[in-house]
C-alpha cells in the first residue's frame, strides 16, 4: 500500500482527502518534479525512434512481443543475413524454439561430474574437464545441447543478383510507440516501400510493401530454413548445410502455403499468407520462393508453431492495428521518465538509453521463460540462459508498474520445481538448488565456474515479495509460499557451521558473483551473505503473513550468519580474499561488493560508513575496462543509497566499451558479444531508484544531482 500512494497525488480529487498523509510522505515518494505537468508519453517516446540509413551490421531492426521477435536488415525483412553475422545477427527466434543433436553415445549426465567434499560428504557437480575422453565429450555434449533455433530467414527476392551496394535512398525508422518498423530503399529507378510488425501474442509478422514505377528488381520473397550450430555465440544458422534436415511445403492454397522443417527429432511449422495470385517454387533444397503477380500492393503474414495447429488468419492490417494497441497501452500503462529540461549534455544520452531499453526489453524478454544474455536476437551460451541473470532481466519490471511481465516468466519456476528438488537430494540438502545455466526443462550445463555460483538462489524469494508489494493480498502468499519455503531450506542447509568460531559460513567450494575467486577456498563473500541473510528474513516475513509459525531452522541461520568481510576499513570480495585489492584479478570483474548495498538494501550489520569509503575506493582503483554491462547500473545504485548522486550519474554513463549503448539501443559488450541485455535491464532498474529511491529514502530523486531536472511517473521504489 504504501509503495503505491505517491500515485495518489495525480489525481485532484483525491488530494483534499489526503492532504495530511501526503504532506508527511512529500519527501518519500514524488512522482515528478512538478507534479501538474503531466509528461508527453507520445512525444517522449516518438523523439527516440530509431532511424537508419544504411547497411550497418550494429543497426539491425527488431519486432518481437517478448516471447517471440523478428530481426530485419535495412529492407525491413532478412533479405542480406551475411553482413549482420557478426554484428547483430537477424533472428528469428521463438521462446519455444530449441533442438539438440542426437545423443549417439549414450552420454549421461553424471558422466559430467567431479566430487567436492562437504561436511564429510561428496557432492557432484557437473565440470568441464580439459582432458580429452569420454568425461569430457560427456560435458561438452551437455553443455551445446539443447540449443536455441534460429527458424528461418525471411527476405526478398532479388532479380539479377542485386547487391547491398547496389541499393540506395535508404530511409529506415523503428516506430517505437507504435512497434513497427518502415522502411524505404531505391533498386535503380525503383522505389520500395516496407511495414514490418509483429502481433502481441503470437509468432507472428505482418508486412505490407508498395513500389512505384514497375518494381522490376523484386521477384518476390524468399523463405530459407538453416541447419543449427550449435555454436556458443552466432546467428544459430548454418545457411550451408543441406544435409541432416528437411524442409518441404505440406499444404498449399492459392493464397497461403504451410512449410515443416525437420532437424533430427526436433520439428516445427511455418505458415504464410498472402494477397494476389502468387507463384510458389522451391528453388534448392530448404530455399523457397513466393513470386507474386502484382508487388505494387503486395502483403504477407507467416507465424511459426511447434505444431500444425494455427490459430485463425489475419490479415496485415490487424495484425498492425493490434500491434499498435498493445504498444500503445505498454507505453501509457507503465513508468516514464522524461529528462529533457536537464541542461547537463549527457541527460539525452541517458533518456535515449532508458527508452530504447523498454522497448527492447519489453520487444526480446517478456515471456513465459527467463531470457538468454541475447534476447531473442542470437545465441549466447548455446541459447541458453542464466539464472543468476533473471534479476538484471526482469527486477525492473515492477518497478516500473509491469508486474504482469514478471509474473509470466515466474512460472518457469514452478516448471522445473522438481528437477530443482532433484538437484538438492543429489548434492545432500534440503529443499530445491536452481540451475544456473540451462534451458527450458531446467537442465543444468556444466561449468567450471556457473555450477559452483549461489546467487540465484534468492531471486525467487526476491521476485515474489515484489509482486507482493504491487498485489499484497493472500493469494500472492499462497502462490508463491512453496517456491520460497523450498528455496528458503536449501538456502539454510547450504550454510555451514563453523563450530570454532561459532557462526554459519557460506562456501566452499563456491564461486560467488564476482567470478574472479576460486572456487576451491572461496568462503564469506559480501553479496551472498546479505542476499542470504535478506531472502531468510523475507522468507520468514512470509510465514507471519500467513499466521504460520516461525521457521527455526532458517531463523537460527539469520541471527548466527557470518558478519560482512573487511580489512583497513573495506569490505572484502571475500573473507577467503584478504588481498581483495592487492590481486589484480580480484579488483577486476563484476564490483560486486557494491550489490550489497545497491541491488539489496541495508541488511545484516552494515556499517554504510565503510560501505562508503569501499565504494570511493573501488570508483577510483577498480579495473573497470574488465567489467560488464550491468556493473555500471549496479555501481549507480549503491552510490544512490549512499547519497551520492553526482557519483551515481557518472558511473551510470561511465565511458567505458562495456557501457556503450548503440543507435538501436542494445548494450553493446565487444566483438564477442554485440549485445547484452542485462545492461538494459539493469539501467532500469538503476534509473528506477535514482527516480523513485528506496524504502526509507527522504530524498527528492536521490540519485540525481541537484540541477538535474527529473520528471516521472509510475515507478515504484526500491526495496
Not at 539479377?160 to 535503380?188: C, H, M
Not at 518457469?412 to 534440503?430: N, R, S
Not at 530445491?432 to 534451458?439: A, C, L, Q, S
Not at 543507435?663 to 547484452?676: A, D, K, S
Amino acid at each position: 500500500m504504501q509503495r503505491k500512494l505517491h500515485n495518489l497525488t495525480k489525481c485532484p480529487l483525491l488530494i483534499s482527502k489526503y492532504l495530511f498523509f501526503v504532506f508527511l510522505i512529500s519527501f518519500l515518494v514524488v512522482s515528478c518534479s512538478d507534479e501538474n505537468a503531466k509528461i508527453d508519453r507520445f512525444a517522449l517516446v516518438n523523439r527516440h525512434n530509431v532511424r537508419v540509413n544504411a547497411f550497418d551490421s550494429l543497426s539491425s531492426l527488431t519486432v518481437g512481443n517478448g516471447a517471440f521477435a523478428f530481426a530485419v536488415d535495412a529492407t525491413g525483412l532478412q533479405t542480406f543475413q551475411e553482413i549482420y553475422e557478426n554484428g547483430i545477427c537477424l533472428g528469428t527466434m521463438s521462446e519455444w524454439g530449441w533442438h539438440s543433436f542426437p545423443n549417439t553415445e549414450g552420454y549421461l549426465r553424471e558422466e559430467a561430474f567431479n566430487y567436492y567434499k562437504v561436511e564429510g560428504r561428496e557432492i557432484p557437480y557437473a565440470v568441464q574437464p580439459k582432458e580429452e575422453g569420454r568425461k569430457k565429450a560427456a560435458s561438452d555434449y551437455f553443455r551445446v545441447n539443447p540449443h536455441r533455433l534460429q527458424l528461418a530467414g525471411i527476405g526478398f527476392e532479388f532479380r539479377d543478383g542485386v547487391k547491398p551496394e547496389q541499393i540506395s535512398a535508404i530511409s529506415q525508422e523503428l516506430n517505437l510507440w507504435e512497434g513497427t518498423i518502415r522502411s524505404e530503399f531505391q533498386v535503380k529507378n525503383d522505389i520500395y516501400r516496407v511495414e514490418t510488425c509483429c502481433h502481441p501474442s503470437r509468432d507472428l509478422i505482418g508486412v505490407s510493401f508498395k513500389t512505384e514505377n514497375k518494381g522490376e528488381q523484386v521477384d518476390g520473397i524468399n523463405i530459407r530454413f538453416p541447419f543449427p550450430t550449435g555454436g556458443h555465440v552466432d546467428g544459430a544458422a548454418n545457411w550451408n548445410n543441406i544435409d541432416g534436415h528437411f524442409s518441404e511445403i505440406v499444404e498449399k492454397e492459392p493464397q497461403s502455403a504451410v512449410f515443416r522443417h525437420t532437424i533430427d527429432s526436433t520439428t516445427y511449422f511455418l505458415k504464410i499468407n498472402w494477397t494476389g495470385n502468387a507463384e510458389l517454387v522451391q528453388k534448392q533444397p530448404h530455399y523457397f520462393a513466393i513470386k507474386p503477380e502484382n508487388l505494387h500492393d503486395f502483403s504477407f503474414s507467416f507465424e511459426f508453431s511447434p505444431d500444425n495447429n494455427f490459430a485463425a488468419s489475419k490479415d496485415v492490417a490487424s495484425i498492425q492495428s493490434e500491434s499498435e494497441n498493445s504498444w500503445k497501452d505498454y507505453w501509457e500503462s507503465g513508468g516514464i521518465v522524461d529528462f529533457s529540461e536537464t541542461t547537463d549534455p549527457r541527460a539525452v544520452e541517458l533518456e535515449r538509453r532508458v527508452i530504447l531499453s523498454q522497448y527492447l526489453i519489453r520487444a526480446q524478454e517478456a515471456g513465459h521463460y527467463p531470457p538468454q544474455e541475447t534476447g531473442l536476437t542470437f545465441n549466447s551460451w548455446y541459447g541458453k540462459f542464466h539464472l543468476e541473470m533473471h534479476w538484471w532481466h526482469a527486477a525492473h519490471w515492477t518497478y516500473w508498474n509491469h508486474p504482469e511481465l514478471l509474473e509470466k516468466s515466474l512460472d518457469y519456476y514452478f516448471k522445473i520445481l522438481g528437477k530443482a528438488k532433484h538437484k538438492a537430494v543429489l548434492q545432500g540438502y534440503e529443499g530445491v538448488r536452481w540451475p544456473k545455466m540451462t534451458d527450458n526443462a531446467g537442465n543444468d550445463s556444466p561449468s567450471n565456474v556457473g555450477e559452483f555460483l549461489i546467487w540465484q538462489q534468492p531471486h525467487i524469494i526476491y521476485f515474489a515479495e515484489q509482486l507482493y508489494q504491487s498485489h499484497p493480498d493472500e493469494a500472492t502468499l499462497e502462490r508463491y509460499l512453496p517456491l520460497i519455503q523450498s528455496t528458503a531450506d536449501f538456502m539454510a542447509d547450504f550454510a555451514r557451521w563453523d563450530e570454532e568460531n561459532k557462526r554459519f559460513i557460506l562456501g566452499p567450494p563456491l564461486i560467488p558473483a564476482q567470478e574472479s575467486l576460486e572456487k576451491e577456498k572461496t568462503f564469506n563473500p559480501p553479496f551472498e551473505l546479505a542476499y542470504w541473510h535478506w531472502g531468510l528474513t523475507t522468507a520468514q516475513s512470509w510465514l507471519n503473513r500467513l499466521n504460520l509459525p516461525s521457521n527455526q531452522e532458517w531463523q537460527n541461520v539469520i541471527d548466527n550468519l557470518s558478519l560482512l568481510p573487511q580489512k583497513d576499513g573495506l569490505y572484502l570480495a571475500a573473507e577467503s580474499a584478504p588481498d581483495s585489492y592487492e590481486n589484480e584479478d580480484y579488483y577486476s570483474d563484476h564490483p560486486m561488493i557494491l550489490g550489497t548495498f545497491g541491488i539489496l538494501p541495508q541488511t545484516l550489520p552494515l556499517d554504510t560508513g565503510i560501505m562508503s569509503q569501499t565504494f570511493d575506493y573501488i570508483e577510483r582503483h577498480w579495473n573497470w575496462d574488465r567489467t560488464w554491462g550491468w556493473d555500471y547500473p549496479m555501481a549507480a545504485m549503491c552510490a544512490t543509497r549512499l547519497g551520492k548522486p553526482e557519483q551515481a550519474i557518472d558511473l551510470l554513463l561511465k565511458d567505458v566499451l562495456k557501457n556503450t549503448y548503440l543507435p538501436n539501443g542494445h548494450n553493446y559488450q565487444g566483438e564477442r558479444l554485440r549485445i547484452y541485455l542485462p545492461g538494459n535491464g539493469g539501467l532500469l532498474t538503476a534509473v528506477a531508484m535514482m527516480c523513485a529511491g528506496f524504502e526509507g529514502n527522504a530524498t527528492k530523486n536521490p540519485g540525481f544531482p541537484e540541477d538535474w531536472k527529473v520528471k516521472w511517473e509510475n515507478i515504484d521504489p526500491l526495496f
